[in-house]
Nanobody, 129 residues
Framework: QVQLVESGGGTVQAGGSLTLSCKVS????????MGWFRQHPGKEREEVAG????????YYADSVKGRFTISHDSAKKTLYLQMNTLKPEDTAMYFC??????????????????????WGQGTQVTVSS
């Protein structure tokens, strides 16, 4: 069973930076669609950024484009989310997710539409103004 464990959340002032990490316990498939999602209090979960495990191209929500960077280090079995120029509206619980699938179904603006099989427990990010 693949397990994901996030870390790196915390409290930061507006304009600051944080890097989230998501450690993957093992890879049981040839490739994964991997991504970060977040959930604001009282709202539905939304996609933040996605990437295919062996690819370079990444996909971002408009609200974080230019400020966040997703990356994957297969050797370390870790997914990252570098968050810069944080805003109070970035305050949310952040979740990483992974799903075994082909690259063709993890591309473009619809990368997040299919269900993800594996989820982390979440890490809280709070941005103070």
């Amino acid at each position: 069973q693949v397990q994901l464990v996030e870390s790196g959340g915390g409290t930061v002032q507006a304009g600051g930076s944080l890097t989230l990490s998501c450690k993957v316990s093992e890879y049981t498939a040839g490739g994964y669609c991997m991504g970060w999602f977040r959930q604001h209090p009282g709202k539905e979960r939304e996609e933040v950024a996605g990437i295919y495990s062996s690819a370079i191209n990444a996909y971002y929500a408009d609200s974080v484009k230019g400020r966040f960077t997703i990356s994957h280090d297969s050797a370390k079995k870790t997914l990252y989310l570098q968050m810069n120029t944080l805003k109070p509206e970035d305050t949310a619980m952040y979740f990483c997710a992974a799903d075994p699938r082909g690259q063709w179904s993890c591309s473009g603006s619809s990368w997040f539409l299919d269900d993800f099989a594996y989820w982390g427990q979440g890490t809280q990010v709070t941005v103070s103004s």
